[in-house]
């Protein structure tokens, strides 16, 4: 299987990127991986982390696409870009199986609409990030930002892609599917929400349990949220936000008093797996589903960790059936 990383574009590049790829091909014995970006300086990382094996190549790309770039700018004027070279390659190649990136969101949400084609029936592609749940399992949300305006429609298609999306990198037989509302009665929300809510509910590809608030997001009640792309960027944000703090005031109080510091030390394991617990680094990136091939949106401060766990995403994604269960499922709806 090959994937292409961009290598350029995030606050950790090239370095994380190169040494997240150095430890995904580790891992998967038939994973090939291309790396794109500036040839000398990945094979400088390349050299440093003493990677001597032959399933890492790379492809020249001298540019960069930042987050000031204009996304529709970018893919005409950046066309030797680490980002754009990628998604042409992916395009191009039917061997290739997807791309990982964690440049610029809107550049990449661009190129893919517009370089790569869509799966039969459905109208945009969604992004769908993972948080963890207080029962140990995890939770996606459907979308968190490459669709602002949206339709009743759409939200249907998003439980579509998120249900398949779980079930076959994930295991989730049966996810449960939950639309994100202002409470949890089926009469709440604006018109789009009361014009979505039967259609979720009639339709018998996905399982849908209802309306889901806000603060119950990491209860463990849902596997999936579907919302427009502004209230799921939001509440994925101000989630992942208030995890940090949380932490941030956690350690500035233990260091506050003497006691306090006896019994962390104490608690220190507890602690590191609390911390871990809540580094949203270690759920992968945004997976864009709806595309004809995978690509996995990383956040733009991935460690080399947070890069391996996306690729591994890529990966999963790549070797299910998740295309045909989507388009099936599309097929039933239209009759």
């Given amino acids: ?91 191009k190649e039917p061997d290739i199986a997807g791309v990982v990136s964690t440049g610029a969101t809107g550049a990449l949400i661009a190129a ?31 979308d968190s930002g490459a669709n602002v305006d949206i339709t009743p429609e759409m939200l249907l298609h998003q439980a579509i892609l998120g249900t398949a999306y779980l079930r076959n990198v994930y295991g989730i037989e049966s996810p449960r599917v939950a639309l994100l509302n202002v409470g949890v009665e089926s009469e709440k929300g604006d018109d789009l929400r009361k014009t979505a809510y039967p259609m979720l509910k009639a339709c018998d590809s996905i399982r849908f349990v209802g309306n889901m608030e806000s603060r119950d997001l990491l209860s463990g009640k849902y596997d999936l949220v579907v919302c427009d792309g502004f209230s799921g960027n939001v509440l994925v944000k101000t989630t992942e936000g208030t995890a940090l703090e949380l932490l941030k005031k956690l350690k500035k109080d233990i260091y506050s008093k003497t006691i306090y510091k006896i019994g962390a030390l104490l608690m220190k394991k507890m602690f590191m797996e609390e911390k ?27 460690d080399a960790n947070a890069v391996r766990i996306c690729i591994d995403q890529a990966y999963k994604m790549s070797a299910g059936a998740m295309n045909a269960e989507i388009e099936a499922a599309l097929m039933k709806l239209q009759g």
């Fill in 1 to 91: 299987m090959k994937i292409i990383i961009d290598c350029f574009g995030g606050d950790k590049s090239p370095s994380a990127n190169v040494k997240g790829a150095v430890r995904a091909v580790a891992e998967h014995d038939d994973l090939r991986l291309i790396l794109t970006g500036d040839e000398n300086t990945i094979q400088t990382e390349l050299d440093r982390l003493g990677y001597t094996g032959d399933r890492i190549e790379i492809v020249h790309a001298p540019e960069v696409i930042t987050g000031e770039d204009k996304p529709t700018d970018a893919i005409r004027l950046k066309r030797e870009s680490s980002m754009i070279k990628a998604i042409t390659m992916l395009r």
């Fill in 112 to 142: 893919a609409t517009l370089r790569i084609g869509r799966i039969r029936g459905i109208r945009r592609p969604a992004f769908c990030p993972l948080l963890p749940t207080m029962d140990g399992g995890m939770v996606g949300i459907c």
């Fill in 276 to 302: 871990e617990f809540m580094n949203y680094h270690n759920y992968g990136g945004s997976v864009l589903l709806g595309c004809e091939k995978t690509i996995v949106k990383g956040h733009g401060s991935s």
